[in-house]
Antibody, heavy 123, light 113 residues
Framework: QLQLQESGPGLVKPSETLSLTCTVS??????????WGWIRQSPGKGLELIGN???????YYNPSLKSRVTISMDTSQKQFSLKLMSVTAADTAVYYC???????????????WGQGTLVTVSS | DIVLTQSPDSLAVSLGERATINCKSS????????????LSWYQQRPGQPPKLLIY???TRKSGVPDRFSGSGSGTDFTLTISSLQAEDVAVYYC?????????FGQGTKVEIK
C-alpha cells in the first residue's frame, strides 16, 4: 500500500523559506506513470496546486507561485521536496503531497495523498 | 486558467436520499486524442486529506462505493450520491488537469438534513 508522509517545520518566520519533504513508501517513485505534487489548503479554504515533478526531472509550477517555488526529487531516498521562498502569512496552510497517476497515457488525478502538515507563518 | 465553479456551495440531504453536485468548467477539458475528460472528483472528510472518487469525469476509482457516480459532457459535470450515508458528510471538490495549470473547484459541503 502506497504511503506518503510530509515532514518539515510547522512554524516559519515571515520572509524566510518554507521547506517540506515528502517520503514515499510502498511503491516506486521513479516510474514513468506518476507525477508527484504539492497542494496546499489555507485554513477554511479550498485546494491550490503548488506544482508537480516527474522522476525525469520535469517540473511544473503554478504561475502564481512560480517565482518563489522549487520542487526537487531524490529518487535514492524516495523523497521529493518543496521550497517556498519569502513566505508571508498568506502562505499559512496545510501542505499536502500527492501522487498523480497516468494510465494508458491519460491522467487520472491525485490517487494517493499524504495526511498533510500545517505550516504557520508567524514571527 | 480554467475556472471550475461548483454549485451549490452547500446542501443538506436526508439519509438515503440523493445528493447532486455540479461543476461547470470555463472551457472544455476534453482531451481529443483519447476522448477523455480530464476531470476528477474528490471527497474530503473533516481533518482528512482529499480522497479520489471519480476520474475521467465518470470512472469510479476501485474501492469507491457504487452509490457515487460521475457524469457530464462539454463543460458541465455532475457528482451524484444516490443514497446518502452518514459517512458521506464531507466537502466535495472537482478538479481539472487538462490545462497546464491544474485547478480545483471551490468545494461543496454536504451535510445531513
Amino acid at each position: 500500500q502506497l504511503q506518503l508522509q510530509e515532514s518539515g517545520p510547522g512554524l516559519v518566520k515571515p520572509s524566510e523559506t518554507l521547506s517540506l519533504t515528502c517520503t514515499v513508501s510502498g511503491d516506486s517513485i521513479n516510474s514513468n506513470t506518476y507525477y508527484w505534487g504539492w497542494i496546499r489548503q489555507s485554513p477554511g479554504k479550498g485546494l491550490e496546486l503548488i506544482g508537480n515533478i516527474h522522476y525525469s526531472g520535469n517540473t511544473y509550477y503554478n504561475p502564481s507561485l512560480k517565482s518563489r517555488v522549487t520542487i526537487s526529487m531524490d529518487t535514492s531516498q524516495k523523497q521529493f521536496s518543496l521550497k517556498l521562498m519569502s513566505v508571508t502569512a498568506a502562505d499559512t496552510a496545510v501542505y499536502y503531497c500527492a501522487r498523480h497517476r497516468v494510465t494508458g497515457g491519460a491522467g487520472m488525478g491525485y490517487d494517493y495523498w499524504g495526511q498533510g502538515t500545517l505550516v504557520t507563518v508567524s514571527s | 486558467d480554467i475556472v471550475l465553479t461548483q454549485s451549490p456551495d452547500s446542501l443538506a440531504v436526508s439519509l438515503g436520499e440523493r445528493a447532486t453536485i455540479n461543476c461547470k468548467s470555463s472551457q472544455s477539458v476534453l482531451y481529443s486524442s483519447n476522448n477523455k475528460y480530464y476531470l476528477s472528483w474528490y471527497q474530503q472528510r473533516p481533518g482528512q486529506p482529499p480522497k479520489l472518487l471519480i476520474y475521467w469525469a465518470s470512472t469510479r476509482k476501485s474501492g469507491v462505493p457504487d452509490r457515487f457516480s460521475g457524469s457530464g459532457s462539454g463543460t458541465d459535470f455532475t457528482l451524484t450520491i444516490s443514497s446518502l450515508q452518514a459517512e458521506d458528510v464531507a466537502v466535495y471538490y472537482c478538479q481539472q488537469y487538462y490545462s497546464s495549470t491544474w485547478t480545483f473547484g471551490q468545494g461543496t459541503k454536504v451535510e445531513i438534513k
